[in-house]
């Protein structure tokens, strides 16, 4: 378990330099009491671990910049690669304020030569354009409570052509005219680099109208020989089409055809409760097992805000099952479709 007595953890990323497990995560002081003022206070900080379960915390890679910038108010989730030159990569989400006080998101880069000292680079690189994807206005034209466009994935592309980004983002047009389609325009947001400097956006890999607002912090990954797109998405950010089954947010995975799709986003399955958040797969680099982690969300309606120790990660027929060193947690169907945990 990483937890800091002091401060909230949550969303997080991890990179493996081949001797090190590397933990990048928010983290926003206890001191602000309410955690949901946390999103306005967040920096990104930094942990090494030689077996993903005890975590050394070392210098913070990011702060916020000083105004006016796209990173003036908060650095949120991200990434790290390395550049064939040797440079490591980080692609981060800036929060900023506009005069309005909606929560606008765009995205940056930092560079290092040894994962411990970052610089950013003048951004952003990526913004929304209002015309593929959704940008922030007032009511009533407005849809949505911010303008939705971070949590940068970053891959290279599987025929080496080049690299590609994964991005929250919200379709700049509606499943229908329907004004209750307004919420469901969730979509895979994608854009394409050749020397992750300079980038191109290009159209979503996913349609709106498959149930969600918004697919949070998106992971290409291939489970035992399946390939999975792994999103995040809260109750609260759902369509009302699913809201009416019942089912609850957390972590999803939709099964996909390869990283860049197509995906069942409509047929996506919530693999654990809603007191589990941003789960991301790791490669246990000795094993070769696929392991799986997540930050611990809300459990009896008080956040919680630590990450989890490493779990394994089979697949359980559609299901998958997680298994932690004390005992397993098996899938649960709840006859929605929903796939909860619980202990044999």
């Given at each position: ?8 953890v949550w969303?997080f990323?991890t990179?493996?330099?081949?001797e090190?497990?590397h ?5 926003a002081s ?13 920096s990104?900080?930094?942990?090494v671990?030689?077996d993903l379960?005890k975590w ?5 890679a ?5 105004a006016?910038a796209?990173?003036?108010?908060a650095?949120?989730t991200?990434?790290v ?20 006080g ?10 290092s ?9 003048p ?12 940008k922030?206005?007032p009511a009533?034209?407005g ?8 949590d940068?994935?970053v891959?290279?592309d599987p ?5 590609h ?13 329907d ?11 994608h854009a ?11 159209e ?6 498959q ?11 291939v489970?035992d020989?399946r ?19 019942g ?31 941003v ?20 459990t009896?309606g008080?956040?919680?805000g630590e ?13 998958l ?5 004390s005992?397993?947690?098996t ?14």
């Amino acid at each position: 378990m990483f937890r800091l007595p002091e401060a909230w953890v949550w969303d997080f990323w991890t990179v493996d330099d081949g001797e090190q497990y590397h933990l990048f995560f928010l983290y926003a002081s206890r001191a602000l009491r309410d955690p949901h003022a946390r999103h306005y206070r967040a920096s990104i900080g930094h942990a090494v671990s030689h077996d993903l379960v005890k975590w050394e915390r070392v210098v913070d890679a990011l702060v916020r910049s000083d105004a006016p910038a796209f990173d003036d108010c908060a650095t949120w989730t991200g990434s790290v690669v390395r550049h064939p030159d040797g440079r490591w990569f980080m692609f981060y989400t800036g929060a900023s304020l506009n005069a309005f006080g909606a929560n606008v998101q765009s995205i940056g880069y930092a560079t290092s030569t040894d994962l411990m000292v970052w610089d950013k680079a003048p951004g952003p690189v990526l913004s929304a354009d209002g015309e593929i994807y959704e940008k922030w206005a007032p009511a009533p034209e407005g849809n949505w409570h911010d303008e939705a466009f971070r949590d940068p994935w970053v891959f290279a592309d599987p025929d080496r052509d080049g690299w590609h980004m994964l991005i929250t983002a919200r379709s700049a047009v509606g499943p229908s005219s329907d004004p209750a389609d307004r919420v469901d325009r969730g979509v895979v947001g994608h854009a394409w680099s050749a020397d992750l400097e300079n980038w191109e956006l290009r159209e979503p890999l996913s349609a709106p109208g498959q149930g969600f607002g918004q697919l949070e912090v998106l992971q290409p990954f291939v489970v035992d020989g399946r390939q999975v797109l792994l999103f995040n998405c809260l109750a609260g950010d759902a369509s009302d089409r699913l809201k009416a089954t019942g089912t609850e947010g957390g972590v999803w995975i939709a099964s996909a055809e390869s990283p860049l799709g197509p995906y069942d986003i409509a047929g996506a399955r919530r693999i654990d409760d809603p007191s589990l958040y941003v789960g991301k797969f790791i490669t246990d680099r000795e094993s070769g097992e696929t392991k799986f982690m997540a930050f611990r969300n809300e459990t009896g309606g008080q956040f919680i805000g630590e990450i989890t120790d490493p779990y394994a990660v089979t697949w359980d027929g559609d299901g998958l099952a997680l298994v932690r060193v004390s005992r397993r947690l098996t899938p649960v169907n709840s006859g929605s479709g929903a796939v909860s945990l619980a202990p044999e």
